[in-house]
T-cell receptor, first 112, second 112 residues
Framework: DAGITQSPRHKVTETGTPVTLRCHQT?????MYWYRQDPGHGLRLIHY???????DKGEVSDGYSVSRSKTEDFLLTLESATSSQTSVYFC???????????FGPGTRLLVL | SQQGEEDPQALSIQEGENATMNCSYK?????LQWYRQNSGRGLVHLIL?????REKHSGRLRVTLDTSKKSSSLLITASRAADTASYFC????????????FGTGTRLQVFP
């Protein structure tokens, strides 16, 4: 499972509150990714990181920010959660030159 | 916008039959990958085919790639009930090797 954990695994929150999701890896991979998965949309990239303090936007980055202050942790923050951000969020890491990605177990977020 | 689009969206077959799913994409790619997702779980990498390859095998999986048609197919031979899952193609762009773009997936149901 490439040593990827996500926390929390489930969260219910209210519109307008900030939410932070954590992705943790144990193998010092350089690249880490945050996706959201919604019915009919597959996986869409929110943000990714290519090193400590190095991040870039994906296709659905509005309303989200990320931080990576150390190699093993990649945080996704919803500054002010909206109902449209109800989704399943997956973290992934990329291993070496093969460009394959390994996924965490996901976080189910419900914004009421 | 989504890079990869899978066809069909859903597929139901009996155990022992072959399952074929297709993926089309829009721009120049470096590689194309297939992933499986069991219900409620993260994606698992199955196979990667590079843009200069036409066919690749892994166990009961056979992947073909036609770059002139910008399409790929995944064949699962002698399907088992355990193959029931959603299958996603993902493309690595020639222009940005940091990211993968995922399609919307094919839901495969294999009946015993």
């Amino acid at each position: 499972d490439a040593g990827i954990t996500q926390s929390p695994r489930h969260k219910v929150t209210e519109t307008g509150t900030p939410v932070t999701l954590r992705c943790h890896q144990t193998e010092n991979h350089r690249y880490m990714y945050w996706y959201r998965q919604d019915p009919g949309h597959g996986l869409r990239l929110i943000h990714y990181s290519y090193g400590v303090k190095d991040t870039d936007k994906g296709e659905v980055s509005d309303g989200y920010s990320v931080s990576r202050s150390k190699t093993e942790d990649f945080l996704l923050t919803l500054e002010s959660a909206t109902s449209s951000q109800t989704s399943v969020y997956f973290c992934a890491i990329r291993t070496g030159e093969m460009e394959t990605q390994y996924f965490g177990p996901g976080t189910r977020l419900l914004v009421l | 916008s989504q890079q990869g689009e899978e066809d069909p969206q859903a597929l139901s077959i009996q155990e022992g039959e072959n399952a074929t799913m297709n993926c089309s994409y829009k721009t120049s790619i470096n590689n194309l990958q297939w992933y499986r997702q069991n219900s409620g779980r993260g994606l698992v990498h199955l196979i990667l085919i590079r843009s200069n390859e036409r066919e690749k095998h892994s166990g009961r999986l056979r992947v073909t790639l036609d770059t002139s048609k910008k399409s790929s197919s995944l064949l699962i031979t002698a399907s088992r009930a355990a193959d029931t899952a959603s299958y996603f193609c993902a493309t690595g762009s020639s222009y940005n090797t940091d990211k993968l773009i995922f399609g919307t997936g094919t839901r495969l149901q294999v009946f015993p």
